[in-house]
């Protein structure tokens, strides 16, 4: 189903507004946001889905990289989306002359803050949960179960592996993919943020929220990846419906908060568990730093 024609189309298309067959860029802004535009664009982006997704049976040696993505198959796969408009060539060179043009528009649409945002709200009442849940670790848990769960489950995280590769090189791709990096950090600073002061909770020193949320992001994305290529089993355990990337998050919760306002860093705490055996109390703290130590008599 193609989406509501509620957002200008022409800052992310540059393709078609570099080469479309208008004369002027009034013209070409018109047709960026056209609703056959639109239909074209969704139609590379439920294809990009379907090269991209798991594909049972799917040849391994008939895929290379975008040829699936040609102006014939998107035009035909307007025609089998069900929506009343029919695409043809005319009207798909009418607004990208030039494939590598549709190429760079259709990842650019795909990859656009709508969708991130989408996710964002979907996740919302289970990172909501994090500051007033009583069970805190199930609340934990079912955060991030769920946000594995939707992410795994949308079109937009395998463009996204394009997007982050082509960000180097192209200026649409790197700034589309940090506008979702925006969208995502955002929403989740917020709930760190709410969850940590509703619970008296304060990062070590040397830390900040900024940084756990900087490091949770990173691991999420990586349980993300693996998740593409490997079976869940490992990362899930959907009947208790826990991840791997809830005990991440606990672990996180316990090392790189201060819950005894003892004022030591991560380091510190680090130097007292690997102290040996043999050490007393001072000897313990006195390895973990000078700030550490116990006042003297």
Known sequence: MTEAPDEDLSPVLSGLM???RRKTDAGRKLLANDELTREYLEAGRRLIDAQLGPAEGADPEDRPLFRWLSQRAVIDEVARSGERLHGSEGTFRDRWPYQPDFIRDVLSYSLRG????????????ARDRLADAEDVVRAVHDAAYQDLIVSQNSPA????????AMAARDEIARSTVQEMYRISTQAWQDSYEKA??????KPRAGLTIEDLNFIMTAVTEGMQV????????RVF????RTSLLGTAALALLVACFDHLDDGLSLEDLVRLAVSPPSDG??????????????EQA
């Open 114 to 125: 709508a969708h991130w945002q989408e996710i964002a709200d979907r996740t919302a009442e």
């Open 18 to 20: 570099r080469a479309a």
């Open 157 to 164: 995280m395998r463009t996204w592996l394009i997007g982050a």
């Open 281 to 294: 109390p001072e000897q313990a703290a006195e390895s973990a730093g000078p700030e550490a130590a116990p």
């Open 226 to 233: 693996r998740l593409m290529v490997e079976d869940d089993g």
């Open 237 to 240: 355990d959907h009947e208790r």
């Open 196 to 201: 940590a002061a509703a619970r008296g909770l």
